[in-house]
């Protein structure tokens, strides 16, 4: 059939890139090189000419002429995928693992849609720890999820933060200031709401904008990420029905991934507040644990929203309400102690609110954050996300059906 479509169609370039394919699979070497001197005379500007041609360099053994033809590949079509993947299998080939790790994180950076790149990170890593990879099928007509075993469970933290990772390497790639855009983003945000409120309108008494920047940084923290990861499985469609791979993963990037740059917004509160004249104390050691709590709050949030957003894709639309709704109700603006005393535990039953009272206590009144009132939304938060989790569990052969709806 390949003879017949070179003889009927020999300006096509298909035929004889797949003849060089069939016939190394044939392993027949002799016959491979006449068609990619072929496809190479003819055919230079189709990557599969360059792919084919460095494939049959790898079986005759010869990976330097292996890598020129992968070079050229990669020099005459940067924006496709297929060079850069091939030049991390190479190094696989290679058993150069640590190489093979750095390129294959190197083409999800370039190429966050290449499904493969995501599996075959995943191998190599496995292989650098000196443990056997988890074979994972991409049977497309097979829409249900592999739910991880404990084995793959911890494969599959480690996966969600490398994807985090090198998100955040790629977003970062975007912008010209790079990382240091991280630093000005938090700075300015907080520079206008004293240039605003401290300085223009002379609003809320001494130590007004501490207190406000103090609620402001936390809640954009859980803002940006409830947003940013409310509509994440649907995004992810085109993967999750490639890859076998929990629907959980997607909102769980997006909070890690935040996570990440909220460290910058942090480090820029605390400088804010010792020139304030609000130094550091022994109190700000408590601010780790009420870090952790919120995390795991926002961790129940994004999980629960992008959970429900793919059945009824109209809820996208209340999500910034919801925040700004939000934003007025969890004390940010104003002191719990305006609260009527009556209200007050209703008050503090909002999570947000919660965790806003607790910075404050920390740094503004420089004292111990309420532990009762930390533990139990510490409690109801991990009861809250064990029912996320077996909503997945149980939902994980749904969603690929339903983000295609």
């Given at each position: 059939m390949l003879k017949e479509a070179r003889d009927r169609f020999p300006d096509n370039p298909n035929s004889w890139i797949q003849s060089v394919a069939t016939a190394l699979e044939m392993d027949d070497l002799g016959a491979a090189r006449q068609f990619d001197q072929t496809a190479r005379k003819c055919f230079p500007e189709h990557i599969g000419t360059w792919l084919r041609a460095a494939d049959l360099a790898i079986k005759a053994g010869d990976l330097e002429q292996a890598e020129a033809h992968n070079l050229e590949a990669r020099q005459r079509f940067p924006e496709m995928p297929g060079g850069y993947a091939q030049q991390a299998d190479m190094a696989m080939v290679r058993e150069q693992w640590p190489l093979a790790v750095e390129r294959w994180e190197a083409v999800i950076r370039r190429f966050p849609q290449h499904s493969l790149a995501y599996r075959r990170l995943h191998q190599a890593r496995a292989h650098l720890a000196g443990t056997e990879p988890d074979e994972v099928s991409v049977d497309q007509e097979d829409d249900q999820i592999a739910i991880p075993s404990r084995r793959g469970g911890r494969a599959f933290l480690d996966l969600v933060w490398t994807k985090a990772r090198l998100n955040l390497k790629s977003e970062a790639s975007r912008n010209h200031l790079h990382y240091v855009w991280w630093i000005i983003d938090p700075l300015l945000y907080m520079s206008v709401f004293y240039l605003v409120f401290g300085i223009l309108m002379e609003r809320g008494g001494p130590g007004f904008i501490g207190y406000l920047l103090t609620g402001l940084v936390p809640f954009q923290w859980f803002a940006k990420t409830v947003q940013q990861t409310s509509n994440s499985i649907v995004a992810g469609k085109g993967l999750m029905n490639q890859v076998k791979i929990s629907p959980l993963f997607f909102p769980l990037v997006g909070v890690l991934q935040n996570a990440g740059k909220q460290v910058f917004a942090f480090t820029m509160?605390?400088?804010?507040?010792?020139?304030?004249?609000?130094?550091?104390?022994?109190?700000?050691?408590?601010?780790?644990?009420?870090?952790?709590?919120?995390?795991?709050?926002?961790?129940?949030?994004?999980?629960?929203i992008a959970m429900v957003v793919p059945f009824f894709r109209d809820l996208l639309n209340l999500v910034p309400t919801g925040i700004q709704f939000l934003l007025f109700a969890s004390?940010?603006?104003?002191?719990?102690?305006?609260?009527?005393?009556?209200?007050?535990?209703?008050?503090?039953?909002?999570?947000?609110?919660?965790?806003?009272?607790?910075?404050?206590?920390?740094?503004?009144?420089?004292?111990?954050?309420?532990?009762?009132?930390?533990?139990?939304?510490?409690?109801?938060?991990?009861?809250?996300?064990?029912?996320?989790?077996v909503l997945y569990r149980r939902l994980e052969g749904v969603f690929p059906r339903v983000v295609l709806e």
């Open positions: 509160l605390a400088i804010f507040l010792v020139l304030y004249g609000l130094p550091p104390t022994i109190h700000w050691l408590a601010f780790i644990p009420v870090v952790i709590i919120q995390l795991l709050v926002m961790i129940v949030a994004s999980c629960a004390g940010i603006f104003y002191s719990v102690e305006r609260i009527p005393e009556q209200w007050r535990d209703l008050f503090l039953t909002n999570p947000i609110a919660n965790i806003i009272f607790q910075y404050r206590l920390i740094f503004i009144e420089q004292q111990w954050p309420d532990w009762s009132s930390l533990g139990m939304l510490a409690l109801v938060s991990l009861m809250a996300l064990g029912v996320v989790l």
